[in-house]
């Protein structure tokens, strides 16, 4: 019976979700052929501004991570003077969900195994089948940070500094640069026509650029584990879909697995009093794949290898500000377990240095910041997007006492073993390829009605029927809030962004 409610609730969520994937493919099609190219102008030296020890400065990059050292290296690449300030130049310790990008000893990923209750189904990667070359790669976050900075401060237009951005410098409502304190701790300023904040979930210039709206749903507690591999020797990594939430476990280098687990911000132990340790020996360690236990338990008693931080999912309302542009973790903080920071960081940095190519004078800040507001529309469905996805899951995933919610919990699990196009596309969204907000919409009434349809079928019982309806009631709560947070304009018609197309005239 479980069989055949597999089989038609599939089919039901399969036949809608085609007719939407063809309307919504025609429709991207016609709005693409409405994009326009636009001209590389060579930056004109004359407009930087000098800062206090006579180097010539046009752009200042506030953080040193993986958005700010990508987006330095790149646009000094287009001939701008980069000043770029981070607070720690020490190699990164920090637990992050690391994704793509190549080399030092990246490890290939195609995607997922999802465990829950003995189970396993796979999810792939959205290109694995249309391209065979394109797939995740995980590795050591803090290493990988590292080779970007030195990768940005060894070209000759970007001057990296060990530096504490204090505030930003403001002249009559626009940014002129910043004020902060360098390595040997002297007060100084630098000043630039542009400044990038970038310095991550805990920008302290956040506020001056942004609405914040913190959520913390959970904390995450990291571990890595030495010398083991995971039981499939298949590039795959590994969600453990337990009580009271998820275990995640993925590959950082060929000897290294790192371990990242979901605990509720109500029930977070201390780590420093071995409350922690007990924990996870005693609550997760049970749930661990048999194949991972014992190293598992090692890596708890390793000498400060357990790390924990704050799941902050921060939705950005950013207020445009002449002189001043934020990206990266600081416009848009994550969720780990949802994944997609580096691709999100890298992707912004590709966003900004596409955008700042045709502007070869960033002396006029009210033009230009009009211009920049571009980047927050083109980028604000990954920031809502993801956001609401990653509270989704936490809801859906962690332990409940309502049974709507377990309902949910085992319609996600059975249509991601339906494979095809909607894993496919759900990786997508994960993986932050496709942050659309239909898409994702899609997604979560295409699993209430995969849902349904397992509960309805063969036999809809009064007491079914109110479970189908208390379901449905979840997804609409998703749903609904998604679309009033986006606007229906921009949830259905995203690529309307003609300001993007239009540089300010120079």
Not at 330 to 351: E, I, K, Q
Not at 356 to 374: G, M, T
């Amino acid at each position: 019976m479980a069989y055949y409610q597999y089989i038609v609730g599939g089919l039901i969520a399969s036949l809608i979700g085609y007719f939407v994937f063809l309307y919504y493919n025609s429709l991207l099609r016609k709005l693409n052929k409405t994009k326009r190219s636009y001209r590389v102008f060579p930056v004109d030296q004359n407009c930087v501004t000098k800062t206090a020890n006579g180097v010539a400065t046009d752009i200042i990059i506030v953080g040193a991570g993986v958005a700010g050292s990508a987006l330095a290296y790149a646009l000094g690449k287009d001939g701008r003077r980069v000043h770029l300030i981070e607070r720690e130049l020490n190699e990164p310790d920090r637990i992050a969900g690391e994704d793509c990008v190549d080399e030092i000893d990246a490890q290939r990923i195609l995607g997922y195994y999802f465990y829950k209750d003995g189970k396993n189904t796979k999810v792939s990667y959205p290109l694995e089948n249309f391209e065979s070359h394109v797939f995740g790669r995980n590795f050591h976050n803090g290493r990988f940070v590292q080779s970007l900075r030195n990768k940005a401060a060894s070209h000759p237009n970007v001057n990296l500094e060990q530096g504490t951005v204090t505030s930003l410098l403001e002249e009559n409502g626009t940014i002129k640069g910043v004020n902060y304190r360098n390595k040997s701790g002297e007060e100084l300023t630098a000043n630039a026509p542009l400044t990038i904040v970038c310095d991550g979930g805990f920008s302290n210039l956040r506020r001056s650029l942004c609405y914040s709206k913190v959520n913390t749903p959970s904390y995450f507690v990291g571990l890595v584990l030495d010398n083991c591999k995971l039981p499939h020797d298949d590039y795959y990594g590994a969600v453990i879909l337990a009580d009271p939430s998820p275990v995640l476990f993925y590959p950082i280098s060929s000897t290294e697995l790192r371990c990242l687990v979901d605990v509720p911000s109500h029930k977070v132990p201390s780590v420093s009093n071995g409350e922690m340790a007990h924990y996870l020996k005693t609550a997760v360690a049970p749930k661990v794949l048999p194949e991972l236990y014992t190293a598992f338990l090692s890596a708890i008693d390793k000498r400060n290898n357990i790390r924990c931080m704050p799941n902050r999912t921060m939705p950005a309302c950013p207020v445009p500000t002449p002189g001043a542009l934020m990206m990266g973790d600081a416009f848009n903080m994550r969720h780990p377990l949802t994944g997609s920071g580096m691709t999100v960081a890298l992707s912004d940095a590709v966003v900004v240095r596409d955008l700042l190519r045709p502007l070869h004078n960033l002396s006029d800040a009210s033009a230009v910041c009009k211009y920049l507001e571009s980047f927050y529309t083109l980028r604000q469905p990954v920031a809502s997007t993801l956001n609401t996805f990653a509270n989704t899951l936490h809801r859906v995933f962690s332990a409940s006492s309502d049974p709507a919610m377990e309902d949910m919990k085992h319609a996600c699990f059975g249509y991601l073993s339906l494979g095809g196009l909607f894993t496919n596309g759900l990786a997508g969204l994960i993986s932050g390829l496709y942050p659309r907000p239909l898409n994702m919409a899609f997604h979560i009434v295409a699993m209430a009605i995969y849902g349904v349809g397992r509960l309805l079928l063969p036999f809809p019982s009064p007491k079914r029927i109110w479970r189908a309806a208390k379901l449905i009631w979840v997804a609409s709560g998703v749903v609904v809030p998604l679309i009033k947070s986006e606007g229906v304009r921009q949830t259905f018609f995203p690529l309307t962004v003609p300001a993007y197309y239009r540089a300010p005239a120079q």
